[in-house]
């Protein structure tokens, strides 16, 4: 009987899932749990606690159905930019402030007087010294994923993935001199996704059902969970998620930033993903269209024409990659009488902003995209694939995996000898 052996946990914003893959890196199954998210006045706050009721609640579900006897090792995802701070128990001092809160701005104006590389991230640092400065939390800053590390095992490590918007350096893989100056050791030990920190604590692996000495490992944020989910491996391999927005990132041997782009980049094993993100996607086609007319209309449309009309499609104001313009608003004009006619240009702008995005990625230094694995609703259209296809100038299939699950798992697995 195949059985798990590593679990990866994506923790989002409404919930979380977890995927089991066994020895061979076969996804077995996977699992989901939600909490509660009440709105709150000043930005995006999640009380902690909501999240380890539901991690904990699944993992004893599943431990009482016997399928954790046979793991081995497991690995948290995470939103990127998500802070919270922690006392010397490991537990919370408050609530968490979400990828999206926009406090902290004054401290971000105030960390980018320090001696920082000026394409340095810093919206979680920012997040960290709000939460200092404003609410007397003085404990140890960490993101989402982390939190569930320290609270498995104990350890106040974190991965370079996440740390990224912290301020930390991917590509000399050490925290930048200013910022080792200024908070020395209240920052975490960081790692490469994927290394082994500890074995779950006796007591958790008792209640989950666990064997013991289930080790823990880096884990990552949720968008790099789901590079290492899509199958992606060698350079030159393009991932696009084409959700709300459009996302890309492209395993390149050069790392590269440029912060008027909106560019940076991710350490992946020993090479390094670089990763934009446009305003443009589904998001836009949803404001005049709706799954039923995308599919209908898609039909009449010609893949091979050509794109005459030069769409930028937005859904509002503003552009963040491959160029950063926040006045710059959606060119969708002319409009044609023919909703179809509509549709296809909207969609081969989209896959010339994609493309845009790939050159861009060359133009700074990274690898030339070879192949594009795609996620996100907007994969499965085949009409929109081949207008990709054409505007990319190499081929564009399905991502293995599309959950972020399935990529923490894999580091898992890594950090036992496995996989890759």
């Given at each position: 009987?195949?059985?798990?052996?590593?679990?990866?946990?994506?923790?989002?914003?409404?919930?979380?899932?977890?995927?089991?893959?066994?020895?061979?890196?076969?996804?077995?199954?996977?699992?989901?749990?939600?909490?509660?998210?009440?709105?709150?006045?000043?930005?995006?706050?999640?009380?902690?606690?909501?999240?380890?009721?539901?991690?904990?609640?699944?993992?004893?579900?599943?431990?009482?159905?016997?399928?954790?006897?046979?793991?081995?090792?497991?690995?948290?995802?995470?939103?990127?930019?998500t802070a919270l701070t922690i006392g010397a128990?490991?537990?919370?001092?408050?609530?968490?402030?979400?990828?999206?809160?926009?406090?902290?701005?004054?401290?971000?104006?105030?960390?980018?007087?320090?001696?920082?590389?000026?394409d340095a991230q810093l919206s979680a640092l920012?997040?960290?010294?709000?939460?200092?400065?404003?609410?007397?939390?003085?404990?140890?800053?960490?993101?989402?994923?982390?939190?569930?590390?320290?609270?498995?095992?104990?350890?106040?490590?974190?991965?370079?993935?996440?740390?990224?918007?912290?301020?930390?350096?991917?590509?000399?893989?050490?925290?930048?001199?200013?910022?080792?100056?200024?908070?020395?050791?209240?920052?975490?030990?960081?790692?490469?996704?994927?290394?082994?920190?500890?074995?779950?604590?006796?007591?958790?692996?008792?209640?989950?059902?666990?064997?013991?000495?289930?080790?823990?490992?880096?884990?990552?944020?949720?968008?790099?969970?789901?590079?290492w989910a899509s199958g992606a491996a060698e350079?030159?391999?393009?991932?696009?998620?084409?959700?709300?927005?459009?996302?890309?990132?492209?395993?390149?041997?050069?790392?590269?930033?440029?912060?008027?782009?909106?560019?940076?980049?991710?350490?992946?094993?020993?090479?390094?993903?670089?990763?934009?993100?446009?305003?443009?996607?589904?998001?836009?086609?949803?404001?005049?269209?709706?799954?039923?007319?995308?599919?209908?209309?898609?039909?009449?449309?010609?893949?091979?024409?050509?794109?005459?009309?030069?769409?930028?499609?937005?859904?509002?104001?503003?552009?963040?990659?491959?160029?950063?313009?926040?006045?710059?608003?959606?060119?969708?004009?002319?409009?044609?009488?023919?909703?179809?006619?509509?549709?296809?240009?909207?969609?081969?702008?989209?896959?010339?902003?994609?493309?845009?995005?790939?050159?861009?990625?060359?133009?700074?230094?990274?690898?030339?995209?070879?192949?594009?694995?795609?996620?996100?609703?907007?994969?499965?259209?085949?009409?929109?694939?081949?207008?990709?296809?054409?505007?990319?100038?190499?081929?564009?299939?399905?991502?293995?995996?599309?959950?972020?699950?399935?990529?923490?798992?894999?580091?898992?697995?890594?950090?036992?000898?496995?996989?890759?």
């Amino acid at each position: 009987m195949t059985t798990a052996r590593h679990l990866g946990v994506d923790v989002g914003t409404s919930g979380l899932r977890l995927a089991a893959l066994d020895a061979a890196g076969d996804c077995l199954w996977l699992e989901k749990a939600n909490w509660p998210v009440p709105p709150t006045p000043d930005g995006h706050e999640q009380n902690p606690a909501d999240w380890w009721a539901a991690f904990d609640e699944l993992m004893r579900q599943l431990g009482e159905e016997g399928r954790l006897a046979d793991v081995d090792s497991l690995a948290f995802a995470g939103t990127s930019g998500t802070a919270l701070t922690i006392g010397a128990d490991g537990q919370p001092e408050g609530p968490a402030l979400m990828y999206d809160d926009p406090q902290g701005r004054e401290q971000l104006a105030a960390l980018r007087q320090l001696e920082l590389d000026p394409d340095a991230q810093l919206s979680a640092l920012a997040r960290w010294r709000f939460l200092a400065e404003e609410r007397g939390q003085s404990g140890r800053p960490v993101s989402q994923a982390d939190w569930f590390v320290t609270r498995l095992t104990g350890q106040h490590v974190s991965d370079s993935n996440n740390t990224l918007k912290w301020g930390f350096d991917a590509v000399a893989e050490q925290w930048p001199a200013a910022l080792q100056e200024r908070f020395g050791d209240r920052l975490p030990a960081v790692h490469r996704p994927g290394t082994a920190v500890a074995p779950v604590t006796p007591a958790l692996a008792q209640r989950w059902g666990l064997p013991k000495g289930v080790i823990v490992a880096t884990g990552t944020t949720d968008s790099m969970a789901a590079l290492w989910a899509s199958g992606a491996a060698e350079e030159g391999d393009g991932v696009t998620s084409l959700g709300s927005t459009l996302a890309l990132k492209l395993i390149s041997t050069r790392p590269v930033s440029d912060a008027a782009s909106g560019v940076y980049s991710h350490r992946f094993g020993e090479r390094f993903a670089v990763s934009g993100a446009s305003n443009t996607g589904g998001r836009v086609l949803a404001t005049f269209f709706d799954n039923e007319e995308l599919a209908r209309l898609s039909e009449s449309i010609d893949p091979d024409a050509p794109d005459t009309l030069g769409y930028w499609p937005l859904a509002g104001r503003g552009e963040r990659f491959p160029v950063v313009a926040p006045a710059m608003g959606p060119r969708l004009t002319p409009r044609p009488a023919d909703p179809a006619l509509f549709l296809g240009g909207m969609l081969r702008g989209i896959a010339r902003i994609e493309a845009l995005g790939y050159r861009r990625f060359a133009a700074l230094g990274g690898s030339a995209v070879r192949r594009v694995l795609s996620s996100g609703g907007g994969a499965h259209n085949p009409v929109f694939a081949r207008i990709r296809e054409r505007a990319l100038g190499v081929p564009v299939t399905l991502a293995t995996h599309t959950e972020a699950a399935v990529g923490a798992a894999r580091l898992a697995a890594l950090s036992k000898g496995e996989g890759a």
